[in-house]
Structures are given as C-alpha cells and as structure tokens.
C-alpha cells in the first residue's frame, strides 16, 4: 500500500489561506469516509485536528476545515497563524477496510 | 484524559527482537470502542501505520511488517506491546503508541491520543 502523496511543502503569509491536498486511489481515499489529519510540530508528537474527513475534535480552531472529493482530500487553513507552521499529515482507511495509509506529509512555512 | 507512555529499549541489535511496551492511563485498556496501535516514524520521514489490537486480543497489522510483528495485550496492567522480530537499520524509528476509535463496519476510524514516541536505533 503507497502513501497518499501530498505536497512536500506550502506556504503562506500570517492571516492568508492555504490548502494541503492529499491524493490517494479508489482503494483508500475515494472509498471510505476515514480520512483524519494530524498536526506535528518538531520533536512533538502528532495532534489529531480533522477525523472522518471533516469533523473536528474538540478543542481544535476552526480555522481548520477539511474536504474530499473523489480520491483527493483537502486540508485547509484559514487565518495562518505562526503556530501552525508545522508538518501536516493525512491518513485513510485502505484496501481491505482493516489497513491505515499515511500521506507523505506537508511542511506548513508561515512566511 | 487518557495518557499513552512508549517504553522500552532504546538501542537494538540487528537480526534481535524490538521490544516496547504502552502503559495507558487515565481509563481502562478494555473499555469498549477503541483499538490501541502503534505507529512507527523514520528519522526526518513521514509516519507509517504498524498495527493495533482490541482489547479482547484481535489484531490487525501492516502486511509489510505482519511476518516479524506480534502486538499483544495484557489488561491486568492497562498495557499493550509491540514485537517485531529480525530487525534491521531500516526499523529505526520513533515508534508511538495510540488510541484509535472503532469505527462501525471497520476497525479504526482514526487516531485520537498519541504517545509522546520513543527512539529506538537498531545498531550493533
């Protein structure tokens, strides 16, 4: 099972918009409503911020939205902040319903 | 709040066994509705999802990992464990332990509390 390729790094300034994608097949991201993200800032580790490809658990800003469609899902964060520069990760249910995939992962550089 | 701590060796020999241990606390390992896993990160790389168990013993693993990895669970001390036989350099990592919810028809959905990680380095 490949990992769901995102890009290796985005990029914005204090207050702007950016979206991360995470690109997976039929097998995972197009056939199941499990995609989550997770937030790592360096030597930390991940942070839950979207489960089930758009929910967010309690406590995370709503400057975080998220989305899918077809076998691309969607990462966005409105308003960036400092503290969001970090690595970004996505995650799908895959294949036989009882494999996980990761995305590659996405550098966050609040310019 | 659940708490999930990573312990165990830090350095192993190659073609040796990799052991760790997730001590959870906060709640009980056996209440229903969450899987326990590990998740595995390589030095400077991405994450990698290595497997999990209920608390009644089903395991679900990473197909290129299965045929060296045993994770099991011990509910008398709120613990599960990781095994993973003939490592090499390519299993140094930071390894995490993490709870993940059922999800109906499936078994996780996602990962909700994680470990803080632990290194583990696989030199001779």
Redesign the interface.
Known sequence: ?S?LTQPASVSGSPGQSITISCTGTSSDVGN?N?V?W?QQHPDK????II??VNKR?SGVSNRFSASKSGNTASLTISGLQAEDEADY?C?S?ARS?????????TTVTVL | QVQLQESGPGLVKPSQTLSLTCTVSGGSITIGGYYWSY?RQHPG?????IGHIYYTGST?Y???LKSRLTISVDTSRNQYSLKLSSVTAADTAIY?CARAPR?V????????S????TLVTVSS
Do not use: M, R
């Open positions: 099972q990992a199941y499990l989550s997770y580790a991940p942070k839950l489960y089930e658990p990760y995650c249910c319903s009882s494999e996980y995939v990761f995305g590659t992962g | 998740i790389k991405g994450l990698e999802w679900y990473n197909p290129s995490y999800a028809g499936i078994t996780i959905s996602h990962f909700d994680w470990g803080q990680g």
